[in-house]
């Protein structure tokens, strides 16, 4: 089982990494409406909140399956967030 720091990194680095595509997308096309890039920024926000409160709680029954159903989010709702972004 990894440790909670390298969860935390990970979720730090891959919704960070979605956000700074978003960025590059918004600074490659100006004259676009930035909307739908701000909603997937303040989405990838509110899970990397959602997911950081998740690996802090510390009343769990089974920390390996609790720590492994967080990586599981992690994943189903960055592919979503990277399919709205190849989107824009």
Known sequence: MANKRDLKKDINYVLGDIIEEVYVWELDN???DNKAGEAIIDEAIS????LIARVNDRKTENPSKH???IKEDLEKTAKSLVEKVNAL
């Open 30 to 32: 100006p004259g676009k």
């Open 47 to 50: 899970t990397f909140d959602s």
């Open 67 to 69: 720590f492994k159903a």
